[in-house]
């Protein structure tokens, strides 16, 4: 069984769409996150959520929207979708914030045309 | 935030051990020490953690000097199946966690 999954793996899009990135996991976890990875390899958080309730929510463009229906699951939409957004988002998830271990999805790898 | 650095990329041969150090000279009294291994198109994955001394499991070991301002990474006998890069974090309490570039580790044959 996966431990942390997304969907789809892939996205292909135009300029200005707008689009969602599902994440579940299923290891019981509170804390959940989003990370984007772009080009030059750097892994930076974007947002962290703890049941349900939004914790970190880092500098990005408000295109960004998480949602969190349910502890299990955080999806990420992004609306009107620029050249820059193109890059692989990670979920994870984890028992709690700070120290403890954080399990990640296998990433979803957004091109924007 | 205790802010990390390490090598931006290695090379090693199979079957050699490979330390990579990492830095943080500003860690805090409650802040532990992890690595995590990236293999290309997949998601980081966590090694080991520690927060003082060794650490030890069945990848790798991780040092600790009595200052805790460094770690030291250590992979024993690496395989080609260890290239990946390597991420050193310093975490602690409800700080957001931040991976920084990490280290490339290239095995050679």
């Known amino acids: 069984d996966t431990a942390v999954s997304q969907t789809p793996k892939y996205l292909v899009t135009q300029m200005g769409n707008d689009k969602s990135i599902k994440c579940e996991q299923n290891?019981?976890?509170?804390?959940m996150y989003w990370y984007k990875q772009d080009s030059k390899k750097f892994l930076k958080i974007m947002f962290s959520?703890?049941?349900?309730?939004?914790?970190i929510n880092e500098t990005v463009p408000n295109r960004f929207s998480p949602k969190s229906p349910d502890k299990a699951h955080l999806n990420l939409h992004i609306n009107s979708l620029e050249l820059g957004d193109s890059a692989v988002y990670f979920c994870?998830?984890?028992?709690?914030?700070?120290?403890?271990?954080?399990?990640f999805g296998p990433g979803t790898r957004l091109l924007v045309l | 935030l205790a802010k990390t650095t390490q090598p931006i990329s290695m090379d090693s041969y199979e079957g050699q051990e490979v330390n990579i150090t990492c830095s943080h000279n500003?860690?805090?009294?409650?802040?532990?020490i992890t690595w995590y291994q990236q293999f290309p198109s997949q998601g980081p994955r966590f090694i080991i953690q520690g927060y003082k001394t060794k650490v030890t499991n069945e990848v790798a070991s991780l040092f600790i000097p009595a200052d805790r301002k460094s770690s030291t990474l250590s992979l024993p006998r690496v395989s080609l199946s260890d290239t990946a890069v390597y991420y050193c974090l310093v975490v602690g309490g409800y700080q957001k966690v931040t991976f920084g570039i990490g280290t490339k580790l290239q095995v050679i044959p």
């Open positions: 994870a998830s984890s028992h709690a914030q700070g120290q403890e271990t954080q399990y």
């Open positions: 959520y703890n049941n349900k309730e939004l914790i």
């Open positions: 290891l019981g976890h509170d804390t």
């Open positions: 500003n860690i805090a009294t409650n802040d532990y």
